[in-house]
């Protein structure tokens, strides 16, 4: 504020709403030797593919899911420590959910 007050808000709690809401969750970031993606109301097809900082394709899976939660594990190989962009896209629906991943 330009005359240094400040005013707190209130508290709101959020409450994450039950249905059908697809979540993709990946763990743990960063990670050793090995990702799990979490996929949450999200059935379908999917490739899984890791990108390097050159936005090339360095590794890609199939992956099928068939119940309401699933995981999916997603091995590391011999690719070496850095950051990657893992794109988790739906064959089906052409859903594309995007996360930065860190290999230590």
Same mark, same amino acid.
């Given at each position: 504020?330009?005359?240094?007050?400040?005013?707190?808000?209130?508290?709101?709690?959020?409450?994450?709403?039950?249905?059908?809401?697809?979540?993709?969750?990946? @763990?743990?970031?960063?990670?050793?030797?090995?990702?799990?993606?979490? @996929?949450?109301?999200?059935?379908?097809?999917?490739?899984?593919?890791?990108?390097?900082?050159?936005?090339?394709?360095?590794?890609?899976?199939?992956?099928?899911?068939?119940?309401?939660?699933?995981?999916?594990?997603?091995?590391?190989?011999?690719?070496?420590?850095?950051?990657?962009?893992?794109?988790?896209?739906?064959?089906?629906?052409?859903?594309?959910?995007?996360?930065?991943?860190?290999?230590?």
């Amino acid at each position: 504020d330009n005359d240094n007050d400040f005013v707190y808000s209130n508290v709101v709690p959020v409450r994450r709403a039950s249905g059908n809401i697809k979540t993709i969750r990946i @763990f743990p970031n960063p990670a050793i030797s090995q990702m799990n993606i979490e @996929f949450s109301n999200a059935k379908g097809n999917y490739i899984i593919s890791l990108y390097n900082q050159a936005g090339q394709e360095v590794t890609a899976q199939n992956a099928t899911v068939n119940y309401a939660v699933q995981y999916i594990p997603v091995e590391r190989r011999s690719l070496p420590s850095g950051t990657y962009m893992m794109k988790v896209k739906n064959t089906e629906t052409g859903e594309v959910f995007n996360e930065k991943v860190i290999l230590q």
